[in-house]
Structure formats: structure tokens, C-alpha cells
């Protein structure tokens, strides 16, 4: 199973609605204190799925990513 990484800063961004989808839909998710991605997390919303960047314009364009690459 993927291992989906997201950064506690970013739920600025609103990322902890996205966190509390996937989690309620059993993936593997962790919020790390600080992913050293700063200048992006000042930008948007992102994770790191599989150590892969993923970022969008919105959480809820977020979650529908993660979720595009999650089935491929």
C-alpha cells in the first residue's frame, strides 16, 4: 500500500480535510511535523505519495489526484 505523507504546516492550505478522506478510506497516512518543502507549502495544498510531489490549486483537486495516482 502507498504511503501518503503530508506536512502539518500545509493544513494551512486545507489539507487535514483530505488527510481525514483517505484515512476514513484506510490508506496509509502519516503528518509529519515539517516535509522540508516549504516554499510549496506556502503555495498550496500538496503530499507526498510515495515519496512522489503532488500538489493543486485546491484540497479538494488534491484528494481527486492522490486518488488518480493511487489507481495507476
Known amino acids: 500500500m502507498a504511503l501518503i505523507l503530508f506536512c502539518e504546516n ?7 480535510e483530505v488527510v481525514n478522506k ?6 496509509d497516512v502519516e503528518v509529519e511535523s515539517c516535509l522540508g518543502f ?8 500538496y503530499a507526498l505519495v510515495d515519496d512522489e510531489f ?3 490549486d485546491t484540497p479538494d483537486d488534491l484528494y481527486e489526484m492522490i486518488k488518480d495516482y493511487l489507481d495507476n
Open 10 to 16: 500545509n493544513f494551512s492550505q486545507g489539507t487535514e
Open 54 to 56: 503532488i500538489q493543486a
Open 38 to 45: 516549504c516554499g510549496d507549502c506556502a503555495v498550496g495544498p
Open 22 to 27: 483517505l484515512r476514513d478510506e484506510d490508506y
